[in-house]
Every structure is written in C-alpha cells, then in structure tokens.
C-alpha cells in the first residue's frame, strides 16, 4: 500500500513542510488580508448568494447571522466530531492535524461557510482535506465563473506534482489516492450536478440517527442554506440557541396548501 508523507515524516518535519518558506507565508499572510476585507465588505454575502441563485442552489438569502450560525452547527455537528471519528480510525492526532491545516493555510480554517473565502482558498481546502463529501464546496465554488474549471486544474496539477503548495498539501493528505477520486468527481460534476460523490468511509459515527440526519443536511449547499433560514433572526436569539447546545434537527420540510 502506497504511504504518503504525512504518515511517514516526523512531525516536525511536516510542520515545517505545511508551514513553508517565507514566500509562501508571505502568500498565507496576504490572504488572511484579503479575507478580513471581504469581512468588511457588507455587499460580498448578498452578491454571492445571488450568484449561488442564478445557479439555482438558492430561492431565500439568510442572513449574515444566520449563516454565521448555521456554519457553527455544521462544525458541531458534523465536520468536528466525524474528523475525530476518521482520524481516530486512522491512528492520526485530530489536534495535530487540525495544527498543520492552520500552518498551511489558515484563512480556511476561519470561515466554515466558505462564503467570505476566495477562489483559492475554498480550492486550496477541497485538496487539503480528505473530504467527508466535497459537494458543498463544489457548488460553493459556482460562486466564481472560473471556480470549477481552476479547481480541476489545480488537481491535476497536484497529482502530476507541479502544483506550487504540492509539498504542504502532501503533508496534510493521509490518502494517496484522494486527489484522484476528487479530480474524478469534479469532471463528473462539470458534466452532470447530480453526479455521485465520494464519500469518506470509516465512519463509525453514521450509526447514530442524529449524526447520520445530519450529515445530510450540511453535506450540500442547498442543505446547509435551507438549515440557516429556519434559524431564529434574532443575534441575542441565535447566541442563546447556540449557548444551550441543543441536538441536531433539520428544518421542518415546507407543504403546500
């Protein structure tokens, strides 16, 4: 079976590895810049909803707060704790691999929604992390003209080598055959949206029915942004609501009358 360097380096070699040298944290230092002003930016959220629209992935916008919120939730409920779970099962520290994500780019690991993040960094963080199912971010990407097609190239450039984060990437990627079956899916997505993802396996969790529910929620765009809307309006509302750590459960399915 074939190994790749993030199970084989020492770890301060992979940390040196995602970390990189002084050009790229120069490059990590001026997305973090750019990240903070789209903060900033009040119109960014509602321009790429509305392109998310055209795209036919969404009728109603929430609203920033919701969205914040909603985002939070997807880390609780599904991607924190089924990383704990993939990791576990791999003999693989979730807190140290959670610290090369950050040396190697850490802009994605501060906005979960991916609606304040650039082209690159939301293509950059498809390829870094071994996916639980990339959808979400495939049709995020739909945000941006070029989103796909540059993901696909950057793919491939991964698996041929001469993609310039190749080194820090592999330092992070514990399958070597992920960037494959991603580049197979993005092709297959470019020509059918209902094409089938990859799911990562090895998830024990996926046998409790709140996980599995919710797993399905958060797992596409549409999902995710049907689950922001039914969250409560208000700021102090929605702190409150988070506050109580209530269980998982999925927005009520509208009827017609």
């Given at each position: 079976m074939e190994m790749t360097a993030r199970l084989t380096e020492r770890p301060l070699v992979l940390a040196a590895r995602a970390l990189g040298d002084r050009r790229a944290i120069a490059g990590k230092l001026r997305r973090i810049a750019s990240t903070a002003a789209l903060y900033a930016r009040p119109r960014e959220i509602p321009e790429r909803l509305e392109r998310l629209r055209a795209a036919g992935y969404v009728e109603h916008a929430p609203t920033r707060w919701q969205l914040w919120f909603g985002g939070?939730?997807?880390?609780?409920?599904?991607?924190?704790?089924?990383?704990?779970?993939?990791?576990?099962?791999?003999?693989?520290?979730?807190?140290?691999?959670t610290l090369l994500r950050v040396l190697d780019d850490p802009v994605s690991m501060i906005d979960p929604t991916g609606l304040l993040s650039e082209r690159d960094t939301i293509v950059g963080h498809v390829m870094q992390v071994v996916h639980l199912n990339p959808s979400y971010d495939l049709q995020l990407l739909e945000c941006f003209g070029?989103?796909?097609?540059?993901?696909?190239?950057?793919?491939?450039?991964?698996?041929?080598?001469?993609?310039?984060?190749?080194?820090?990437?592999?330092a992070i990627v514990e399958d070597p055959d992920y960037h494959a079956r991603l580049l197979d899916y993005v092709v297959r997505f470019r020509a059918d949206r209902e094409a089938l993802p990859p799911v990562r396996q090895e998830q024990t969790l996926r046998a409790d029915p709140a996980f599995a529910a919710a797993e399905r929620q958060f797992a596409t765009l549409p999902g995710f942004l049907a689950y922001s809307m039914q969250l409560p309006s208000s700021p102090l509302a929605l702190i409150y609501r988070f506050a109580q750590r209530p269980p998982f459960s999925p927005p009520p399915v509208a009827t017609s009358t």
């Open positions: 939070l939730d997807m880390v609780r409920y599904v991607i924190a704790p089924a990383a704990r779970d993939y990791y576990q099962h791999k003999g693989i520290s979730f807190g140290f691999h070029d989103g796909l097609a540059e993901l696909e190239r950057q793919t491939r450039a991964m698996i041929d080598g001469t993609h310039p984060r190749a080194r820090s990437i592999a």
